[in-house]
């Protein structure tokens, strides 16, 4: 049984809305999935709903955003004296060339940051909600003869534009906080303003 991390459907307007709850080794091709779906379907622009994702793998990040992306870099890795390690760039193959929004909260991190500082950089998404989680190391784990491990932090992830994510996050375009007595039952309703504003923000484009 796949365990599925990826959702969609059409809103009104020609809005097509994706959910992403996590990366997982099938995320991007789900993800893939689901844009072309709901740009057959007649989307116009969409919303990309990373709200509570805690993250995941950055082979699928990286993915996500080359499907994305026109060129450019997708995140890059430096050690503490700021030196490059690691770069992955966007291959060009494809890009996704509709408006889009990305939701954010407190609790998206790690790879849905990478995602978001992508997005951002890139101009191919403005990010609505609030500022993301700040979970930018890369960590390695180190086992040792008795058993134990020693985890060790060697290396920090940067946006395409250099920005540092880690206990900074990445700051929304548009920021919009949920109101206090908002619910679960709330969730892409009325109370949901980020989600209003997201719409908000594509219908102006699509227009």
């Not at 809103?11 to 992403?20: E, P, R, T």
């Not at 191919?124 to 020693?150: C, E, N, Y």
């Not at 985890?151 to 548009?174: E, Q, S, W």
């Amino acid at each position: 049984m796949e365990n599925y991390t990826v959702e969609s459907e059409m809103l009104d307007d020609q809005v097509g809305y994706i959910a992403v709850t996590q990366f997982n080794d099938n995320t991007a091709q789900e993800f893939e999935d689901a844009i072309d779906e709901v740009q057959a379907n007649g989307a116009k622009a969409a919303i990309i709903d990373l709200r509570d994702n805690p993250g995941g793998l950055l082979t699928a990040v990286v993915d996500m955003c080359d499907y994305i992306m026109d060129d450019g870099v997708i995140v890059s890795t430096k050690d503490r004296d700021g030196n490059v390690l690691g770069e992955y760039k966007d291959t060009g193959k494809h890009s996704v060339d509709i408006p889009l929004v990305v939701l954010v909260n407190g609790n998206s991190a790690s790879a849905s940051e990478i995602f978001s500082g992508a997005m951002q950089d890139s101009g191919k998404a403005k990010l609505v909600g609030t500022t993301t989680f700040g979970k930018g190391i890369v960590q390695s784990v180190i086992p040792l003869s008795d058993g134990t491990a020693v985890k060790l932090t060697v290396a920090k992830y940067f946006t395409p534009n250099g920005n540092d994510i880690h206990k900074k996050g990445v700051a929304p375009d548009i920021e919009v906080k949920l109101p206090e007595d908002y619910t679960a039952d709330d969730f892409q309703g009325e109370k949901d303003t980020q989600y209003q504003k997201g719409l908000e923000v594509l219908r102006g484009k699509v227009k």
